[in-house]
């Protein structure tokens, strides 16, 4: 694994790049926000991208809500939202790591769902763009889509996601082949959409919680759905994806560049960057 | 609802029993991401309803455009957004319906750094 990036998703953040909009007076602070990561990320490219988010009532509907799943197929359609697919390419899948990584996630007790058909909305494309703004007719890395149910009570809890990420990591390294892994951890941050609270800004939590992500994972391990939604807002409980991305790097790890903005069209915007410095053989021989 | 769904003023929380009461509602709006589904809506908005079996109370928030009165009617905020945004209303415009005040004046809150609550 080579490193793990939390990024919001917000769909105008990848509508101000499809328009050619990021250095608009209201975007640049953002995008300059994201330069350093993405220059590093660049020279650091990945074999497979493992982006762990939620649709928004795009590819599923409320008739089934997977509390975890993961995609295994070969490629995955870019949805169309009701304002039409974003114009940025088809992601090519890995399905001989997705079975894999299914495999080893029900061994060790994690009961997902799988998914052969699905297309991909602004959740996962997004932070694809946050990483490569400019992918020209292919993204540079496959990708392995897993979901999380953030949007109908109950979701799952912040503790159980954490735990889900260390399983993942462990899978991830004990794939036979040698793949340079990277993991995405996306949604939130402040992000209240509806009601009289609409528009909540907390940047004292989420600044709290760029800080602990690194530090103090099991903080916010420790936190009711009732906190992230109280603090963060009713969707700012997408932030208990983030923790499934730090679960899966190793214990090692330098924080590579963060960033923080308001706003990003109703929420806060923020993103960090790890790099994962758990040699890599050690661990092999750990979880063997 | 289920007694062990959080309650926070000001807010909505998705639930199941949400789901099941705002079935048909979310249904319908969820319809609305296919471009078929958009003409055969616009061209006629109440037999679209009569189609997907809203409630009474759901058809007339949604011809008339109550978007608070849907939420509480069992809607998804991800779901009722398809309907905004097929009428070209962005989520900044909603905000601003949701707390009273325009889509400038909410925009020009989030600029300011947010709205803050406690």
Same mark, same amino acid.
């Given at each position: 694994?080579?490193?793990?990036?939390?990024?919001?998703?917000?769909?105008?953040?990848?509508?101000?790049?499809?328009?050619?909009?990021?250095?608009?007076?209201?975007?640049?602070?953002?995008?300059?926000?994201?330069?350093?990561?993405?220059?590093?990320?660049?020279?650091?490219?990945?074999?497979?991208?493992?982006?762990?988010?939620?649709?928004?009532?795009?590819?599923?509907?409320?008739?089934?809500?997977?509390?975890?799943?993961?995609?295994?197929?070969?490629?995955?359609?870019?949805?169309?939202?009701? *304002?039409?697919?974003?114009?940025?390419?088809?992601? &090519?899948?890995?399905?001989?790591?997705?079975?894999?990584? &299914?495999?080893?996630?029900?061994?060790?007790?994690?009961?997902?769902?799988?998914?052969?058909?699905?297309?991909?909305?602004?959740?996962?494309?997004?932070?694809?763009?946050?990483?490569?703004?400019?992918?020209?007719?292919? *993204?540079?890395?496959?990708? &392995?889509?897993?979901?999380?149910?953030?949007?109908?009570?109950?979701?799952?809890?912040?503790?159980?996601?954490?735990?889900?990420?260390?399983?993942?990591?462990?899978?991830?390294?004990?794939?036979?082949?040698?793949?340079?892994?990277? &993991?995405?951890?996306?949604?939130?941050?402040?992000?209240?959409?509806?009601?009289?609270?609409?528009?909540?800004?907390?940047?004292?939590?989420?600044?709290?919680?760029?800080?602990?992500?690194?530090?103090?994972?099991?903080?916010?391990?420790?936190?009711?759905?009732?906190?992230?939604?109280?603090?963060?807002?009713?969707?700012?409980?997408?932030?208990?994806?983030?923790?499934?991305?730090?679960?899966?790097?190793?214990?090692?790890?330098?924080?590579?560049?963060?960033?923080?903005?308001?706003?990003?069209?109703?929420?806060?915007?923020?993103?960090?960057?790890?790099?994962?410095?758990?040699?890599?053989?050690?661990?092999?021989?750990?979880?063997? | 609802?289920?007694?062990?769904?959080?309650?926070?003023?000001?807010?909505?929380?998705?639930?199941?029993?949400?789901?099941?009461?705002?079935?048909?509602?979310?249904?319908?709006?969820?319809?609305?991401?296919?471009?078929?589904?958009?003409?055969?809506?616009?061209?006629?908005?109440?037999?679209?309803?009569?189609?997907?079996?809203?409630?009474?109370?759901?058809?007339?928030?949604?011809?008339?455009?109550?978007?608070?009165?849907?939420?509480?009617?069992?809607?998804?905020?991800?779901?009722?957004?398809?309907?905004?945004?097929?009428?070209?209303?962005?989520?900044?415009?909603?905000?601003?319906?949701?707390?009273?005040?325009?889509?400038?004046?909410?925009?020009?809150?989030?600029?300011?750094?947010?709205?803050?609550?406690?």
């Amino acid at each position: 694994m080579t490193w793990g990036l939390a990024t919001s998703h917000v769909p105008s953040i990848g509508a101000a790049m499809d328009r050619g909009k990021t250095a608009d007076p209201y975007w640049k602070p953002l995008f300059d926000g994201y330069a350093p990561a993405r220059e590093w990320m660049a020279r650091h490219t990945p074999d497979v991208a493992v982006v762990v988010y939620n649709d928004h009532a795009n590819a599923v509907d409320l008739s089934v809500t997977p509390t975890f799943a993961i995609g295994a197929a070969a490629s995955y359609e870019v949805a169309d939202e009701g *304002w039409g697919s974003r114009p940025v390419p088809t992601v &090519v899948g890995a399905p001989e790591f997705s079975d894999h990584l &299914v495999e080893s996630l029900i061994d060790s007790s994690f009961d997902i769902t799988v998914f052969q058909d699905l297309a991909v909305d602004h959740g996962l494309t997004v932070p694809l763009s946050v990483y490569c703004p400019d992918p020209g007719e292919s *993204w540079p890395c496959a990708v &392995v889509p897993v979901l999380v149910n953030v949007i109908q009570y109950p979701q799952p809890t912040a503790a159980r996601c954490l735990a889900l990420g260390k399983a993942l990591g462990e899978a991830i390294r004990s794939f036979p082949e040698d793949l340079k892994v990277a &993991v995405f951890g996306t949604g939130g941050m402040s992000h209240q959409l509806a009601g009289a609270r609409a528009g909540l800004i907390n940047q004292d939590f989420d600044r709290m919680y760029l800080d602990a992500i690194e530090h103090d994972p099991e903080k916010l391990a420790a936190l009711t759905r009732e906190d992230y939604i109280r603090e963060a807002g009713s969707e700012g409980i997408e932030l208990i994806m983030w923790l499934i991305m730090r679960g899966a790097l190793g214990p090692r790890i330098r924080r590579v560049h963060d960033a923080y903005h308001v706003p990003a069209s109703n929420t806060a915007a923020g993103m960090v960057l790890f790099e994962n410095l758990s040699p890599v053989s050690s661990e092999r021989s750990a979880t063997a | 609802m289920s007694t062990r769904t959080p309650h926070i003023t000001g807010t909505y929380v998705f639930d199941t029993a949400d789901n099941r009461r705002g079935w048909a509602l979310n249904r319908l709006c969820g319809s609305l991401k296919d471009a078929d589904n958009r003409v055969r809506f616009s061209a006629d908005e109440g037999a679209y309803c009569e189609a997907y079996g809203l409630t009474a109370e759901q058809r007339e928030a949604v011809l008339g455009r109550d978007w608070t009165r849907m939420l509480e009617l069992g809607g998804s905020i991800f779901y009722v957004f398809k309907l905004a945004v097929l009428d070209q209303k962005s989520m900044q415009y909603l905000g601003g319906v949701f707390t009273g005040m325009t889509t400038e004046e909410f925009a020009q809150a989030l600029e300011a750094g947010g709205r803050s609550f406690g």
